[in-house]
Structures are given as C-alpha cells and as structure tokens.
C-alpha cells in the first residue's frame, strides 16, 4: 500500500495545484494567499461553493484531529509539516501523503 498512497499523493498534490498555479498566475494571487479576501469571495460565490468548502473544512479539520492521534499512536516525526502541506497545497496531498508515511513508520517497526 505504501507505493500505492505515494502515487496518490504524487496525483493529490499536482492535479488540484494546476488550477492553483493557472489562478496564481492570471490573478497574482500566489497560492490563493496573497489576497486573501479575493479568495474567500470565491470560495463562498455561491450556496455550491460554499457547500463545498464547509465540507472540505470539516474534512480537514477531522484529518488534522485524527493524524495527530495516530502519529502519537506510532511515534511519528513530523506530522506538522504534513499539515503545512495540507495548508499550502490541500488535503488531497496532504491526506495520502500521511498515510505514505504512516505505512513507511509501521514498516520500519516491523
């Protein structure tokens, strides 16, 4: 499982950060953090987005919760910068990028 979650995340990080990068680039909002306001005006446009983003926030906030709990489970090292990640470039790296490193702590200890 562990070449198959760094595969996911290899995905997880660069399909979502193409449109990143084309935003970053056509609007000069790096990363969607450079303004701020611009950013939240479209992530909340609309009752969708903004279904959709309530969502991803909640998923997010679940991970971190959870990711915590199992790195001190299994002794895990860094798991703030996998939450860096997540926070720069999105729990679809983020997530699978845990659980790569998950696995490769569980495997050591075996």
Excluded: C
């Excluded at 009752?47 to 001190?72: M, P, Q």
């Amino acid at each position: 499982m562990k070449n198959v979650y760094f595969l996911l995340t290899t995905i997880g990080l660069i399909l979502p950060n193409i449109l990143v990068f084309m935003e970053s680039i056509e609007t000069g909002n790096f990363l969607l953090y450079t303004n701020p306001i611009a950013t939240m005006d479209g992530m909340f446009s609309n009752r969708i987005s903004t279904i959709f983003i309530i969502d991803l926030l909640f998923a997010v906030l679940v991970f971190f919760i959870w990711s915590y709990s199992e790195g001190k489970k299994h002794q895990m090292k860094g798991v703030g910068w996998i939450w860096l990640v997540t926070m720069l470039l999105g729990l679809a790296g983020g997530f699978p990028l845990f659980l790569y490193l998950r696995e490769r702590t569980m495997g050591n200890k075996n």
